[in-house]
Each structure stands twice: as structure tokens, then as C-alpha cells.
């Protein structure tokens, strides 16, 4: 299987920051890794698809960027509605697998 | 706008079979792949497998000897079984929809699963 690792694990920031979060995977997976929020008690929603697409509807202060085995997902100025859980998923090979998550609160 | 939602017991006892079925509403069941997926209470996703339109099917090797999924096109159903239950089956379950570039954009709420006596 593909390990998918995340950092950090959590983090604490203010509305306006600048968020990165970072992944990286056990092996090379091109640029097959997708981005998903999850708000506690919610289900996940796609945020990013291809490493770099952003679904639609999905603001543009999200952006993803990475190839290979390493992956990043910024939010150029949090906003309230930001604070939550960020996964990444591997679509390369299976089983699909996804990083431990990096959860976003408030500072 | 494509819907999930999410059906089944609750509670399951331990070694018996976990069942919940996954209804697919303003859209058609064909021509995609249907996944389960699984968080326990504040842990990560972990993907349980996939099933496309047609019934072919891919488990995580992880849980493959004790899962098996359906689709039943006529209802706009699919379905999992996972025998053998035991408490580190507890979690909430997601249905979701897979696009042909192999992201999930659709999910269902999610079911809690619990697995006790």
C-alpha cells in the first residue's frame, strides 16, 4: 500500500493567515492525490482533484501544487468558515489511501 | 443533484455481519464506481473498497477476506457486508460516488456503526 503522511497534524491560525499544509507519499504517485475538507460531524467534501484542480465551487483562495511524492495544499487568506479537518488521498494505486489528516483551529 | 444516503442497523454484535446499503438519488447508478469508506471516532479515512455499475468490484486487501459489495441497478443500490465483526469495526460509515478521474465528489452523511454486545 501507499503510505500518505501529513504535516503538521494540527494547527492553530487566525482569520487572514496564510495556511500550508504538506503530503507526502511512500512512493512516486504523479499527480494522482486529491484534497478533501471535513467539518466536525460532516462528511468530507472534495476541495482539490489532480493534485492542482480545484472542484467547482470550491473558492480560490484554495490551491494545491506537488508531484510525485510531495503534495501541498494552501489556503491563501483563512477564512471562519476554513477551520477543519484537510485529508489527502492517493489515487494511484490500490487501495486508495489517505494521510492521517491536519486539523485547522482557531489560534 | 446527486444524493447518498446511508441505511442500516446501528448496532451489530460482535461476529456478526455488518449490512448497510447506500441509495443513490437524482442520478443514475451506472457508469460509476460506488465506494465505502470508514472514519472511527477520531481517527482518519480509510477506504474500503470500490464497485463498479456492472458489479466488479475492489477490496482493501486489509479487509477483503470479510467484505463483499453489491449494486442492485433496479433499486439505485449498492451495498456492504463485512462479516466477522468485531469493535474495531465501529466507526462512521460514507458512501461516495466516484467520478472516471477517480475522486470521490459525492457522499452520503455517513451511519454510525456500533459493534458491542
Known amino acids: 500500500d501507499i503510505q500518505m503522511t501529513q504535516s503538521p497534524s494540527s494547527l492553530s491560525a487566525s482569520v487572514g493567515d496564510r495556511v500550508t499544509i504538506t503530503c507526502q507519499a511512500s512512493q512516486d504517485i504523479g499527480k494522482n492525490l486529491n484534497w478533501y475538507q471535513q467539518k466536525p460531524g460532516k462528511a468530507p467534501e472534495l476541495l482539490i482533484y489532480d493534485a492542482s484542480n480545484l472542484q467547482t465551487g470550491v473558492p480560490s483562495r484554495f490551491s494545491g501544487s506537488g508531484s510525485d511524492t510531495d503534495f501541498t495544499l494552501t489556503i491563501s487568506s483563512l477564512q471562519p468558515e476554513d477551520f477543519a479537518t484537510y485529508h489527502c488521498?492517493?489515487?494511484?494505486?490500490?487501495?486508495?489511501?489517505f494521510g492521517p489528516g491536519t486539523k485547522v483551529d482557531f489560534k | 443533484q446527486v444524493q447518498l444516503q446511508e441505511s442500516g442497523p446501528g448496532l451489530v454484535k460482535p461476529s456478526e455481519t455488518l449490512s448497510l446499503t447506500c441509495t443513490v438519488s437524482?442520478?443514475?447508478?451506472?457508469?460509476?464506481?460506488w465506494s465505502w469508506v470508514r472514519q472511527p471516532a477520531g481517527k482518519g479515512l480509510e477506504w474500503i473498497g470500490r464497485?463498479?455499475?456492472?458489479?466488479?468490484?475492489n477490496y482493501n486487501p486489509s479487509l477483503r477476506s470479510r467484505v463483499t459489495m453489491s449494486v442492485d441497478t433496479s433499486k439505485n443500490q449498492f451495498s456492504l457486508k463485512l462479516n466477522s465483526a468485531t469493535a474495531a469495526d465501529t466507526a462512521v460509515y460514507y458512501c461516495?460516488?466516484?467520478?472516471?478521474?477517480?475522486?470521490?465528489?459525492?457522499w452520503g452523511i455517513g451511519t454510525t456503526v456500533t459493534v458491542s454486545s
Open positions: 488521498q492517493q489515487y494511484d494505486n490500490l487501495p486508495r489511501t
Open positions: 461516495c460516488r466516484v467520478t472516471d478521474r477517480a475522486y470521490m465528489d459525492v
Open positions: 437524482g442520478g443514475s447508478i451506472s457508469r460509476y464506481y
Open positions: 464497485i463498479y455499475s456492472s458489479g466488479t468490484t
